[in-house]
């Protein structure tokens, strides 16, 4: 069994897992040597330190041992195919394998090559899974019960894995989804909001990483143009629900998306909980493919 | 005790290495917390992230942590010895030492002065003692006795640790060895086989990757030159023994030395059951040298 | 509770952290699995391979596992802030975070942010309490009470986070600590002493390191002279007590502040000393602040 979309999950499964991480992020001796000499193989074809580090602390809480593979920084890079390496890693016996790669369905690719459970830690503009449920747990903390719930996702939802796969899950549990963002960064398949227009209202408002590697358009934007147009600032979250609260997945350009004001508003930025939301997610992914939970 | 190279191993360390890691092919709890506590240095001053994770998994699946040190990324480069470095690590105390060095016996070097086992993980153009014993266990596995099974060695013999631990390893278990390659590859002290030759009739053939960073040598080829005169196609695997199988060390350079007809040969193949034993053959080493098995 | 400084450690504090860190020292067995399944995040901002290898170190011979961040390779260079960072690893829930950085107060910057110990491994200039904790260990091994024990730090003063936090400790064990180095790199408010002054009758000498990279100044000195005016060659180490012993905390440039006749006398150097002693100093440090004792 795999994770490699949020379309591949149950809702049996979703509930599962986020009742399990629900449990992981309460209480830190929860799982403590569930998977003791177990190793997970925290494979990085892209650079992501927290990603990467998070599943790592997700392996050890569990007793397990992450050996990360920083593809950036090793011999991989020189010409072997993916189908190759992963192979490889997986004739070596990882207990499970988590990758991340710049190309859409690399996942899914691996995932049939080798015999151990594969994890989605981000597949080009693809999915990326964790994030979502992780997102879904924040939410369902703060909230209890989405449905219901308005929550805009603001940014270049056409890059974003980020956005792909929590379109794709909350929905599932209730919530409207709203997406918004410059022109030029919305599928012609996505019903295009103003940005004041989705976060009007909104229970919860979700920025997006600008991630200009990743784009090929040329945004042509000055300096704090951006925040101006599509970030957020404290006037455009005053046009959302008074106790709205913010979510970043991290790390955050502060003046590019998020304006320094909203990034440091404790009471409404559940930016924080996400992260640690995100080694419980983790924890609760690795038990059930690995333990078979 | 160290394991430097094939010669310095005794007939009895080598059977009992190959059945032991046998034993952790075949089962995968066996060895399970043996080294718990304890940690493996894993110092690497040449790049190669597939022997690095497979002494990293060895040591996790028997319980030990290994600690690894990318030389190339590292303030080691700064200037300061091999002897000094060494001393330093060995301070430090860990339970084994895995080393990879661009230069000839690095490894002696380093046992002389440090406490703990030192396990050669290649050496410049020597040795790489546990490549050659998890070559062995695979020949083992699949042909039972080696004794009269003519293996060829096929590539740049002159650079290659693998192909001289192997001549090291194989006959003292029976096996007829032959090596080709290019002329210029192949040390003057070699009784030198045509590539044809040293297949014919064979019932095993390793293909060596081609190093072009090793060489002093400009090979002087055109692209896909070297496949037609020197790498392992369908129509030269034909000349071997009806059932004989390739092995590879990799990461394979398809069409280079390896058609990719005969790369996806599932029924020849053996690359990937030698990456599995592998990790067998470093638990059997780690096991042996640090437990004192 | 964090260890930040040597001023914020009481005299109670230190002298429990030397007996743990003796017995450490002396006992390979104490304390395994003393921190098991905890995991401690060591986050280098600062390339420095044998610290982050001498806490990976400690913390898996106490049973944690070390999750090593090489912020020179890693995404977090990429324009977020140290505050940002800091509270995204903190809320991963490490059981320690052990930070190196190039700025001044950084380590007391994340421990106001974050909700577990904070370990200062070297904060730019300021300091670097584990170093001098070692220090003085293999002092105190080697000479019982260190009251009235003369000890002279040579180098670099003014940019050394090792002489400083020496300065600061060594006093309080009762030694009489001599700074002295080239004139232009000792502070306005230290008593300057020439290098043959300091040395004269000392107990003990300890070279720092030359680190040219963090210097504004140019030494402008010819090969070789740097260790004619300011390095330990025998003739000056002739000038110390009869039995005076060397310590270094690495890595040494040999023929710079150290000679190799000086660096290769293992009846007077303690440096190998020093760094086996790191290790058992930084399982004290760990076990004190994670399990709180």
Redesign the interface.
Known sequence: MHLLSISALSDDAIAALLARAREFAAD?EAG??RLA?R?V?NCFYE????TA??F??AA??L?A???T??V?????K????LA??A???G????DALVLRHRQNGAAEEVAALVDCPVINAGDGTNEHPTQALLDALTLTQHFGDLHGRKIAIIGDIRHSRVARSNAALLPRLGAEVRLAGPPSLIPEDVTALSIDEAIAGADAVMMLRVQRERMDEDLGDAPGEYLTHYGLTAERLALAAPDAVVLHP?????GVEISDEVADLPARSLI??Q??N??ATRMAVLEMLVAGL
């Open positions: 830190r403590r040597g000499g190793t193989f650079n992501s330190t927290r580090m998070s790592a602390q050890a809480r007793g041992q992450a050996i593979l920083s950036e920084h090793s011999s991989v020189k010409g072997e195919t190759d390496t192979r490889t890693l004739a070596m016996g990882p991290g790390p955050m350009n502060r924080l909980r992260v640690a995100g080694v």
